[in-house]
């Protein structure tokens, strides 16, 4: 089965943040994806594909842009229903909204539908891989894999890990947690395209018992990866001094536990002390990029450039419902204003990367999906930078490709996203 489907390409070539950010990419204006077998054959231009592939079938998506699918590396589906909750910051915010509504999905039924109304929300913003966390029940980890398999989208999630300082219904034990994660790896890592992330929320929530059991798992499958929350907000920070005060830091206490490395990805990372620093580029151990969220519950600057400039792999985030949009365009535009505001404005080809590229490295699927080149899976979105009337104005000024996407970087949402393609599937 050979798909043929034409539009205008970006292909991105390398990572726009080691060298000139024009230099990182190929624009088509006229080009075109063939897909097979659910793999992305080829790359190029139209009419040397439809005369070397006459048999493919033909979907043509006009002056749409074709890129590959946003990759949204850290993300809470179970806060689908509060996004948006106001004026708490972190621990507030976590007990007064998250906490109770993670409650509710220790019912399979409610966790199903809202694992399907999120993968609506994804593919509605042209996100075809997102790596979740789930509730500390393995029931909300079960329906969130499930609904994902039955759509045949490389996705990755894992059951929280929380063992402490959160209510008694969303608390597992070292020995639980450890346990219902290791069935959960055994029942879906590497089944069709999904993989079990070990996820022990944050410092605050696991005692130590609780992050020794995480890290035994991830030296046991050192091929599944692991999720936590890293250096949000100062009063979080303080609280992790408090209740480890022999680690000389918070990554630290991660690091003990051999939770840092290349398979390790570290949400918000925002108020590093320079041996954090240190140790995240000495370990390549990657950090989420969470714009709107560290906006929304007032976290602070991600220094991007600092952490990128070190060597240290970053992807970007959503982090629903602390991140304020389910749309990796708004992200980028969040991630464009914060950059802007630590006075280095990042290049959209920057921003594209961190969204698809960089998102997929820090996952450790860089191989696999990311960027629109042959042997990559054919997760595809095709995006109209034209589809408000403010992006058809803006786009009469447009002086160049990068103009006319950063407008919609700017300007756009999921009105932007035509199409989906997921594995070659079409889902939208
Ligand atoms: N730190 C621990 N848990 C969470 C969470 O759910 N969201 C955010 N933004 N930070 C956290
Ligand atoms: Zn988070």
């Given at each position: 089965m050979k798909t043929l489907i034409l539009g205008r390409t970006l292909t991105m070539d390398a990572d726009p943040f080691h060298a000139a950010p024009e230099t990182c990419a190929t624009w088509r204006e006229a080009g075109g994806v063939l897909v097979e077998d659910g793999i992305i054959a080829?790359?190029?231009?139209?009419?040397?594909?439809?005369?070397a592939h006459p048999d493919a079938a033909?979907?043509?998506?006009?002056?749409?842009?074709?890129?590959?699918?946003?990759?949204?590396?850290?993300?809470?589906?179970?806060?689908?229903?509060?996004?948006?909750?106001?004026?708490?910051?972190?621990?507030?915010?976590?007990n007064g909204y998250t906490f109770p509504e993670e409650l509710r999905f220790k019912?399979?039924?409610?966790?199903?539908?809202?694992?399907?109304?999120?993968?609506?929300?994804?593919?509605?913003?042209?996100?075809?891989?997102?790596?979740a966390y789930c509730t500390v029940h393995p029931e909300s980890a079960e329906a969130f894999f499930a609904a994902a398999q039955a759509r045949g989208l490389r996705m990755v999630a894992g059951k929280v890990m929380m063992d402490r300082n959160a209510p008694e219904g969303l608390c597992d034990t070292p020995?639980?947690?450890?346990?219902?994660?290791r069935a959960l790896i055994e029942?879906?890592?590497?089944?069709?395209?999904?993989?079990?992330?070990?996820?022990?929320?944050?410092?605050?929530?696991?005692?130590?018992?609780?992050?020794?059991?995480?890290?035994?798992?991830?030296?046991?499958?050192?091929?599944?990866?692991?999720?936590?929350?890293?250096?949000?907000?100062?009063?979080?920070?303080?609280w992790v001094r408090e209740l480890y005060p022999d680690d000389p830091d918070y990554l630290g206490v991660y690091e003990r536990h051999g939770l840092t490395g290349p398979r390790a990805v570290m949400g918000h990372a925002i108020h590093l002390t320079p041996r954090?620093?240190?140790?995240?580029?000495?370990?390549?151990?990657?950090?989420?990029?969470c714009p709107t969220s560290n906006t929304f519950i007032g976290s602070g600057l991600c220094d991007v450039a600092g952490l990128k400039a070190a060597g240290i792999p970053v992807g970007l985030a959503t982090d629903t419902g602390g991140g304020s949009s389910f749309s990796m365009l708004v992200t980028m535009r969040a991630a464009y204003e914060i950059s802007q505001l630590r006075g280095a404005p990042m290049h959209p080809a920057q921003?594209?990367?961190?969204?698809?590229?960089?998102?997929?490295?820090?996952?450790?699927?860089?191989?696999?999906?990311?960027?629109?080149?042959?042997?990559?899976?054919?997760?595809?979105?095709?995006?109209?930078?034209?589809?408000?009337?403010?992006l058809k104005a803006r786009a009469e000024r447009s002086e160049n490709p990068w103009h006319g996407l950063f407008g919609a970087m700017i300007l756009g949402d999921e009105r932007c996203v035509s199409a989906v393609w997921s594995g070659g599937r079409r889902l939208r």
């Open positions: 080829a790359v190029g231009e139209a009419d040397a594909l439809r005369a033909v979907e043509d998506m006009g002056d749409a842009l074709l890129s590959a699918g946003f990759v949204d590396c850290h993300v809470h589906y179970p806060q689908t229903a509060i996004i948006g909750a106001w004026g708490k910051r972190l621990i507030d915010w976590l019912d399979p039924v409610y966790a199903r539908a809202q694992a399907e109304t999120f993968l609506d929300l994804l593919a509605l913003n042209g996100t075809t891989t997102a790596c020995e639980r947690g450890a346990a219902e994660t029942a879906w890592h590497g089944v069709d395209r999904l993989q079990v992330a070990i996820t022990p929320r944050f410092a605050p929530t696991s005692s130590d018992a609780q992050l020794a059991a995480a890290g035994a798992l991830a030296a046991e499958f050192p091929d599944c990866p692991v999720q936590t929350h890293l250096s949000e907000q100062p009063d979080e920070i303080a954090e620093h240190a140790h995240l580029a000495a370990t390549k151990t990657p950090v989420a990029h921003l594209m990367w961190l969204a698809t590229a960089g998102s997929a490295g820090a996952l450790g699927l860089g191989d696999r999906i990311g960027r629109l080149a042959p042997g990559m899976e054919a997760d595809v979105i095709a995006l109209d930078l034209r589809a408000t009337p403010a």
